[in-house]
């Protein structure tokens, strides 16, 4: 160590570190990309507002909107995101709440209509009330 220390005139608070290169390599080859080019296509936004009992949290409803959304759309050329907006509890109803979202899809392949949002929507709205008794507002 002092060797080195006085060869190449490093201070004595030096520190050194090795890189495995081939192991780096080997992490990066094996993850998976995420990446998907913009479509050239416009995208459609539409939101959804859900009614549903006060006790229902947040994260359970956007779970479920969520996988809804994922499952209709799986082997489609089309691709959602889903935003939230706003929770709204009336000051007088201690029973209910209103969850809001915004839904985005796009396609790679085509010009999506507002109607292939809607049949989304409609099945979000399907599994919600059934799921969990939500009423779509």
Do not use: C, M, W
């Amino acid at each position: 160590k002092s060797r080195v220390h006085k060869n190449f005139k490093l201070p004595d608070y030096a520190a050194a570190f090795t890189l495995d290169l081939d192991g780096i390599s080997n992490a990066i080859q094996q993850t998976a990309s995420r990446y998907k080019p913009l479509s050239r296509f416009p995208s459609v936004r539409q939101d959804i507002s859900l009614r549903v009992l006060a006790q229902t949290d947040f994260s359970t409803l956007a779970s479920l909107v969520n996988v809804t959304l994922e499952s209709q759309v799986a082997g489609s050329d089309i691709r959602t995101s889903l935003t939230p907006l706003s929770i709204y509890q009336a000051e007088d109803d201690d029973a209910y709440k209103t969850l809001s979202f915004r839904i985005e899809a796009v396609s790679d392949q085509r010009t999506l209509a507002e109607k292939d949002v809607t049949k989304l929507l409609d099945e979000v709205a399907t599994v919600a009330a059934r799921e969990l008794s939500a009423t779509r507002i």
